[in-house]
């Protein structure tokens, strides 16, 4: 078996989305040292589904004769295996069909003990692959049974079982449990991948008695995953650290629909440049694009009169644009994915501001995982998400290897979240439409609060958002409907990697659901509090930004939120308390002082730097959204010392880069993400 753990798998890969094949062995006796195989069984599982379309079978001749004894269990007999092909023969067809992917099992280091000896006796290479024990899982959850033997938990977990005893039958039973295990496994906070690993090695006990009888070491098999972020994440930084804006060509060149494909050549000739954009042919339509290649085809099609043709004939409509303030990878992403070499690029209010041709970004090409973005917009399930969001933890990784700004990778990882939650939107919005539950019945936003809304998020992200629609009360059939589809973006959200938030600052819940009139309301209650407690969870409000659905409306609710904070002495009072209210984690002489070895640079650090620069936005009426924007923007105001703020924003880079670096480290230790 030629298998490569650490050149393709991620430790921070949500089990839900793991690429996976189930195996198990048949074998003439249950001693690693002395049994053969006389058959393999494996399935593939992708995107949380089985695909029983894939599957390997095949019976082993062991070159011995089967034990009756062992016939017994699995049925094989001599005769069955008599014409079967050698190990070495089965090893190959297995290795190739296996691949790069983990190999989960049902006591698994049993089989892959097995199957090294194998391999050592027909004297092939042996890496072994990263794997994954089902029983080991089923023992970090504890259940109340007799025994964790595979027909036990299957119905413990009401699974039938049936051709037991097989190896293919026992492969698809595990995968089956596999899968029914995921959801009691994310609600012990075991998620990932490398999650799964930490847990399934807590039990010393089990391993002891594992390694006694000659069977195979998980930890070893783990540990050569480790480093494999590092090596999957070589990447151009470039394109996460600069925007569309910073590399697109303004301004933007139009024709009119009446111009001639003559006039349009003349344009880009004169210009040197290779498109121009079309105006829309009615007030309110699309624009659209022509391109030297849609000339030149126009001409070549024979035409007599091609070049006296109106633009409109040949024009492609509509547009493909990327925001303004977009990372150039979602631009190249998007050219990439959708074979365009042009692009448009609009500003936050829809007007096309420059072009973007693939000649543009030539220079800034990075590899394959620069397409993430658009991978999420494009996803369609909830295993899609969570398998593209794996692959940020590459890119993170990648970055902070070329020591980019821990900023701009927060801006990066943010970005993403805020893309995650609108494929989540647009995902549940097709489900219950599938379901009968028909279209949104009011206009709606979905807003990400906290610091994924100030950009400035890292891997150790929860859910904060909130909803604000048109009309309705609470209760209403279009509350309840919203409340609906905000309850799967939670749970597909959970599911992908990003946890519920603990405190419960979600749009399914009725209190960050509202209407425009209904947040109005709750602004106004906010504004006439009247003790700093009162106010807790409801400043990182302040910091929303709109991932879907209708902006103007989103726009208008923070609009009036800022402008009523801004105009309330005591709000602003109490607000202030709350940012000063910090407990430095500094002891006697300058020393630390640790919980179970760690300290919260969050709680202690960036969170005081973070809630003064949200004061002061409120103020002073700055919309900036991330802490560096508001602090730079506030000095410009303030006549206290410039070196304050500076400190303060150099403050919050270097805790940010702490925070992240232990965080990397954390994901291939499959210890839980913190601060």
Not at 322 to 332: G, H, L, N
């Amino acid at each position: 078996m030629t298998a490569h753990p650490a050149a393709e798998i991620s430790s921070a890969t949500p089990l839900i989305s793991l690429s996976a094949v189930f195996l198990d062995t048949e074998t003439t006796g249950l001693d690693v040292n002395n049994a053969r195989v006389v058959q393999v069984g494996a399935v593939r599982v992708a995107k949380g589904a089985i695909a029983t379309s894939a599957s390997f079978d095949q019976l082993v001749n062991p070159g011995e004769p089967i034990p009756p004894e062992s016939t017994a269990i699995h049925g094989l007999s001599d005769a069955d295996v008599s014409e079967a092909a050698d190990f070495a023969t089965v090893a190959m067809q297995l290795s190739d069909w296996i691949g790069h992917a983990v190999v989960i099992g049902y006591s698994i280091g049993f089989d892959i003990a097995i199957l090294q000896r194998e391999h050592m006796r027909a004297g092939l290479v042996w890496t072994p692959p990263r794997t994954l024990d089902v029983r080991h899982l089923v023992r970090v959850l504890a259940p109340p049974l007799p025994d964790h033997a595979l027909d036990t938990v299957a119905g413990w977990l009401n699974i039938e079982a049936s051709d037991r005893h097989r190896a293919l039958g026992d492969a698809l039973l595990t995968a089956k449990v596999f899968l029914a295990l995921l959801p009691q496994l994310r609600d012990r906070g075991i998620r990932t991948l490398a999650e799964a690993e930490r847990a399934s090695r807590s039990s010393t006990s089990q391993a002891m008695t594992e390694a006694e009888a000659g069977w195979h070491d998980a930890v070893q098999t783990a540990k050569q995953a480790q480093g494999s972020l590092a090596a999957m994440a070589r990447i151009d930084s470039y394109p996460y650290r600069h925007r569309v804006g910073d590399v697109m060509r303004t301004p933007a060149l139009f024709a009119a629909c009446d111009d001639t494909v003559q006039d349009v050549l003349n344009t880009l000739m004169r210009e040197k440049v290779s498109s121009l954009f079309v105006r829309p042919a009615t007030h309110g339509g699309p624009s659209g694009i022509i391109t030297e290649r849609d000339v030149l085809r126009a001409i070549e099609a024979g035409s007599a009169d091609a070049l006296q043709l109106p633009v409109s004939d040949i024009a492609i409509r509509p547009l493909e644009t990327v925001p303004v303030d977009a990372f150039v990878y979602r631009a190249i992403g998007r050219m990439s994915r959708k074979r365009y070499r042009h692009l448009g690029v609009h500003d936050a209010a829809g007007k096309i501001v420059g072009a973007l041709s693939a000649r543009d970004l030539l220079k800034q090409r990075a590899q394959d995982a620069i397409s993430l973005g658009d991978e999420i917009s494009e996803a369609e399930t909830p295993h899609d998400l969570g398998a593209v969001w794996a692959r940020l933890t590459l890119v993170a990784q990648g970055l902070a290897s070329e020591q980019v700004d821990a900023r701009d990778i927060a801006a990066v990882i943010s970005r993403e979240l805020c893309a995650l939650t609108r494929g989540a939107c647009r995902i549940a919005e097709k489900e219950m439409a599938s379901e009968g539950h028909g279209e949104p019945p009011v206009d709606y936003a979905m807003l990400v609060l906290g610091s994924g809304g100030r950009g400035e998020s890292l891997l150790a992200m929860d859910q904060d958002n909130a909803i604000v629609y048109s009309h309705g009360d609470p209760d209403s059939d279009q509350d309840k409907w919203l409340e609906n589809l905000a309850t799967r973006v939670a749970d597909m959200l959970h599911a992908a990697g990003v946890p519920y938030c603990k405190g419960g600052v979600m749009a399914k819940n009725a209190e960050w659901r509202m209407s425009i009139e209904g947040w109005k309301t709750v602004v106004s209650q906010w504004i006439s509090r009247r003790r700093p407690t009162d106010i807790l969870n409801t400043d990182i409000f302040f910091d929303a930004v709109d991932v879907y659905g209708d902006r103007e409306m989103a726009d208008a609710v923070l609009a009036t939120a800022f402008e009523a904070g801004k105009q309330s002495r005591q709000f602003l009072q109490l607000m202030s308390i709350n940012a000063a209210d910090v407990s430095t984690p500094l002891g006697w002489f300058g020393r630390f002082n640790l919980q179970d070895g760690r300290v919260d640079l969050k709680k202690g650090g960036i969170m005081p730097i973070f809630s003064a620069a949200r004061v002061l936005a409120i103020r002073n009426g700055i919309r900036a959204r991330s802490t560096p924007e508001r602090l730079l923007a506030a000095k410009a105001l303030s006549d206290l010392p410039g070196e304050l703020f500076e400190n303060l924003i150099e403050a919050h880079k270097v805790l940010l880069g702490a925070i992240l670096k232990q965080q990397l480290v954390d994901i291939e230790a499959g210890i839980p993400l913190s601060n």
